[in-house]
């Protein structure tokens, strides 16, 4: 699994793969779809593409990277863009640092690089910062063993144990766009907290 490491070292030189410049495509049309509102947090928001959509859209949008260029970089693009949106350096498996709770938290790229005792620490984090009744929004790499490297994914199966507490809204392939490919099979899931 990757380490906090290769993620500050990862922004040296050239843009890494995940980091468009723009947000993701998949997430720009279920935005749309779930009409967003209210406030957000993106876990492991690199660079911010995805919290200032959301921004854009009137979200109270915040971000969370333990990567320190990149939380620079998202600062640099919300002031060069004139938007509102919050960005922190943290670590995504201590959500109470952050001190409050959000209507809807995302993940674009994290879940599926981080290693399986982490998941689990991961899915319990949620509870600090997700309101009952507040959507869990997550585009990730779908399971696939013939990838030569790269993060390893989940199966749809998978997820669905992972957040067994949760209420399933929607889970449908789609596509994790990258800058160095045509993308990569993923899974776009919406899952509620319920209690």
Known sequence: MATKEFFVTAYEGTPPPWDLGRPQRDLVQLFAELNVSGSAVDLGCGTGENVLELAQRGVEAWGVDSTPYAIAEAEKKRDRRGLKAHFVCGDALDLKALGRPFDMVLDCGLFHVIAEEERLRYVQELSNVLLPGGRFVM???????????GPRGYSAEE??????SFREELLRPATYETNDSAGVPAWLSVFQRVA
């Not at 585009?139 to 490297?149: A, S, V, W, Y």
């Not at 997820?159 to 067994?164: C, D, E, F, P």
């Open 139 to 149: 585009l990730g790499f779908q399971t696939n063993t013939t990838r030569e490297r």
């Open 159 to 164: 997820l669905r144990t992972y957040l067994a």
